[in-house]
């Protein structure tokens, strides 16, 4: 398939190249020249604002893929087949869906001067998505599915690409144990906690799992392991390993022999990656000694990572990540709200703005966290096994990839997480039953 435009430009390549493989499986052909555009025979799209001939769809552009700035964008949403879009245009389509998709992706709007949160990260309240009340779904996999339909009644003879739904669990093991294998001073700080709060039966279960009578409530790593063996379930998972404790770091030492083990032990059975500390976010010399301590206990090149409480700053985060040989990334999504942060249930290449540039590091979307439904929407564990079927639902009628993120406390037996477990696992089990694709299988 052909795309005609007055000019080619590195924006409009990454977008067409992107939107190119998930309809044909291969990016869009782009040329300048009308001439052979004219003469092309097989299906064509003018992106212009001028016709060619009668064999052409037509997508009238506005001006964002032919600029080289960032700045505001007039955006004004619209209900267009009967889902929101922006960017309207005359033509055979509705709406500009190479700029609208390369806004949503690029995350354009990440640039722009905007609020953040309590944790110095962009604030999703900022986002079109939540503003417009498109966060909860894959919108750009809905205008792909959309604009397949248009191009189909157009090119009826044209075999397009059927994608398939796919269902990856990760998990962030930010903190491996909450009682054994830790630092004397940690272990009587936390039982006088619990007794200066009358915490007693916190304090029974430390001491019965001190003495070895009982598992760590935060130890369901044999669980997962059943899980995913009953499921035939692939995981991934990110090691926290912060050399160094801080507020937001409290994961037993990375050089812990049981730490050592646990780690070695994934790493045998799973696909393994980096959950760089809080503390790497503000001293950039910690990301690759971080990944070189996990390296060296895995014997495993690491190549992927998961930003410790969805912390960064684009572009400089990435760029990082970049440079410690980081190719793929699954921080795309908000630590502070479920849903779409970019809008999409498909991974895709990070667009550096500022570089105008495409990069080599695919970033893996996520739509919910455990965490957020927890702390920062405050369900309870129904609750949140509806908001999770939501997703697989909206997720597997795009034929997406559904990307979950859980942590080991929530799927322990710790009485603060009670149930969570339990619909987890009826959640597993819904998907790995209904579904043909569970980690590409």
Known sequence: MIVYTNKITPRLQ???DFIGKEIIGEPFQLTADNFYFNDYTGPKINYSDAKINNEELIINNCSLLFENSIK???ISCFEANEFKAFFKTEGDYPFDIFAATFYLLSRYEEYLPHKKDMYGRYAHENSLAFKEGFLNVPLVNTWIEDFKKTLKKKFPTFNFQFSTFNFQPTYDI???FAFKNKELSKMAGGFARSLVNREWSIVNERWRVLRGKANDPYDAFKWMDKLHGKRNLKPLYFFHVAVEKGKYDKNISPSHPAMQQLMKQH????????????ASSDDESLLEKEIRVLE?????KITASRQHYIRFTLP??????????????????????????ASIASSFYWYDLEKEKQTNLLLHPFCFMEANSFFEQKYLPQRAYEEMMHYYNAVKGVNGNLITIWHNNFLGTYPLFS???????EFVQQ???ESSMVNGQ
């Open 14 to 16: 990454y977008i067409t």
């Open 72 to 74: 505001e964008q007039n």
């Open 174 to 176: 930010d903190e491996a």
């Open 267 to 278: 790493a045998e059975k799973y696909s393994i990656g980096i959950h760089p500390s809080w």
């Open 296 to 300: 060296s206990a895995t014997g495993k």
């Open 316 to 341: 400089h985060t990435f760029r990082r990540l970049i440079a410690a040989g980081i190719t793929d990334d699954h921080s795309m999504g908000y630590g502070s709200i479920n849903g779409f942060r």
């Open 419 to 425: 149930g969570w477990r339990d619909v987890y696992e």
């Open 431 to 433: 998907v790995s039953g």
